[in-house]
């Protein structure tokens, strides 16, 4: 090859974009980081699953109380140093701390568990995805963030298909108002966990995201223990048995510890828009391991109430993923 070919040739490769030369270590990346994200969903709807089998078993705040218990100890020796260390922020933010702590550790997994108690494993989940639709209108009220038409469309849809899995499709039942309570403590939970998520967005940078959990988990589990000990009075006996504590180390280490683990090594990878995409796919998880373990059916309800939903969270975010597109381009030519 002559000076004049190498120079043509390597004029060419300079005009050809980076991302084109790189793809197949980008696409690698992006499988993996889609296998992390489905990880944490998976572990997750396995979560929704013990909130229903064990209703007979343990009571819903003694559930939650050992399953942080078990967090909190396992994740002791990894995060304690780092947590001392950056002690001096974390005090400073203490408040911010503990009001997230008893949002998402206290009351979100805690209403999980009272709703598994009268409604099905499939309607824990379906509901528990709605949560965005709530960010969507809170950030609205709050912080005077645009409503879109998609977005309010998004809301109405997703709003139907809550109503149809709550009534199973029955307007006499609407018209009653005859709903099951586990329902209404899943739909608290989603609008608890979607403040919980809001309130995330403004986390001290000064305190690392470890410390920060550990943190959490900490005050979450301090603020459960009154309610622990009023449920142990009132409904003494031991909860401890070969059911209830695999169970427990189920929801304390893979679907606390390991699930965010996963699920922020997936954030890494492809950005919250993209894993919050996959996070959408919780209900058919659940669905799955409901029928397998506990036998529950997969109705038409459910599905056309999937669908409903799915499609209103995708219209509602639209605009968001839009911009963030359109964000990413303007760096990608700076």
């Known amino acids: 090859m002559n000076e004049s070919e190498a120079a043509r040739l390597i004029a060419m490769l300079n005009r050809v974009p980076k991302e084109k030369i790189t793809m197949p270590g980008k696409f690698d990346e992006l499988i993996v980081g889609y296998v992390f994200a489905l990880g944490a969903t998976a572990l997750w709807s396995g979560n929704f699953i013990v909130a229903r089998g064990l209703t007979d078993q343990i009571p819903p705040v003694s559930l939650a109380f050992y399953r942080w218990l078990t967090a909190v100890l396992i994740f002791c020796p990894f995060a304690v140093r780092g947590t001392i260390r950056e002690w001096g922020g974390i005090k400073q933010h203490l408040p911010y701390i503990a009001i997230t702590a008893f949002l998402g550790i206290t009351c979100f997994n805690t209403f999980i568990y009272v709703a598994g108690h009268t409604t099905s494993a499939m309607n824990l989940s379906l509901i528990s995805i709605t949560f965005p639709i709530f960010i969507v209108l809170f950030s609205s009220v709050l912080f005077n963030e645009k409503l879109t038409l998609k977005k309010g469309v998004g809301m109405l849809m997703v709003l139907t298909g809550v109503v149809c899995l709550i ?29 919980f998520s809001i309130l995330l967005k403004r986390k001290p940078e000064a305190i690392s995201v470890q410390s920060f959990q550990f943190t959490s988990f ?117």
């Open 167 to 195: 009534t199973k499709g029955s307007v006499a039942k609407l018209l009653s108002i005859t709903f099951a309570v586990g329902d209404m403590w899943m739909l608290a939970a989603a609008v608890i966990f979607a403040v």
């Open 218 to 334: 900490v005050l979450g589990l301090i603020f459960l223990a009154p309610f622990f000990i009023w449920e142990r009075i009132r409904f003494p006996g031991n909860v401890l048995n070969q059911t209830t504590i695999p169970a427990i180390l189920y929801v304390g280490i893979f679907a606390s510890l390991c699930a965010f683990l996963l699920w922020n090594r997936a954030i890494v990878i492809l950005g919250p828009t993209r894993a919050g995409m996959v996070y959408y796919t919780l209900p058919l998880f659940t669905g799955l391991l409901g029928y397998l373990f506990l036998g529950e059916a997969i109705g038409i309800i459910h599905l056309f109430s999937m669908v409903v939903i799915l499609t209103g969270i995708f219209l509602a975010n639209q605009s968001a993923r839009t911009r963030v597109g359109q964000t990413e381009k303007r760096m990608e030519t700076t």
